[in-house]
């Protein structure tokens, strides 16, 4: 056994068989180009997506060389709120399996896809009980998102960041996980008829334990405030519904104070060293 380990490992054993380690190669690369051509990828991403409480339709499908596939015109939707607006409507992706679902046909999915005027690359596979997240996202464009808008939320700024998760398959609120966004050249207007704010740079960063999400740190310079904040988000399976209770500190700058005195003066104190509170729900929560 050692005398063949040491055959095995010399230069001249892989010249004189080089011919069939290159056919055995080749065999194998196309074994994994078989599966991947015959691999159900709109199957498996819709098995992956229904434990999340999330429905999955599309107008087109196509392989896509050398590994891979492309679904066209895609809607994903939220399960628990059937009157809301779709979460993606009409989007492109363009999907290939992970290692672990052609190893251990064991469903995967890597998702990639030019949105909002940036790029999105998910992956999506199954874990004991549940399904695992991974997302990276890069210079999404917030006000091309009509969710948001939908929301009645106007929010400007690109969008980056990065995150994974492990979400249980009986109750998705309940997951696990961490995230990092970034937001630059934010700007977000309230209602009709007051200033927008110019938020700047944020960048924050925050975990879900149980179906909690804790904002650990987030801060914003570069606007009209130096902006700092700290507290939790009670996750619902409707975002909107979700129960916010959060500590908000703002400083105004100069010019900032100037433009936006008349919205200053309708906040329950004045910007200083005591943080405002935020709680109730996501969509119109409170102030004091």
Known sequence: MPEFAHDLLSAEFWRSHLLAISYAGLGLLLFFVFLA???????ALS??????????????????????????????????APGSPPLLDGANLTLAPTLGSLLLVRPGIHLRAELYGGFLSLVLYH??????????????????????????VNARGLLSG???????????MLGNGQ????????????????PTLRLGDLDGSAHLDHGILT?????????DFTVSATG??????????????????????????????????????PPGAQPYVVRGRLIAPAIS
């Open 162 to 172: 990065s995150g994974a998760a492990s979400l249980p398959g009986a109750d998705p």
């Open 37 to 43: 051509a015959n691999f159900p990828y709109g199957d």
């Open 47 to 80: 098995s992956l997506l229904a434990p999340l409480n999330l429905a999955l339709t599309y107008t087109g499908h196509r392989a896509r060389l050398p590994i891979g596939a492309e679904l066209d015109g895609v809607t994903l939707s939220n399960t628990l």
């Open 215 to 223: 904002v650990d740190a987030l801060d914003g310079t570069g606007g």
């Open 179 to 194: 995230v990092h966004l970034k937001v630059t050249h934010c700007t977000l207007r309230i209602m009709r008829g007051l």
């Open 232 to 269: 939790t988000i009670r996750l619902a399976p409707d975002l909107p519904d979700s129960l916010v209770d959060l500590r908000v500190k703002l400083d105004p700058t100069p010019s900032g104070r100037s433009r936006l005195a008349v919205l200053l003066q309708m906040l329950p104190h």
């Open 127 to 152: 874990i004991r009980n549940g399904v695992g997240v991974g997302v990276d996202a890069s210079s999404l464009d917030l006000s091309r998102y009509d969710k948001l808008v939908r929301m009645g």
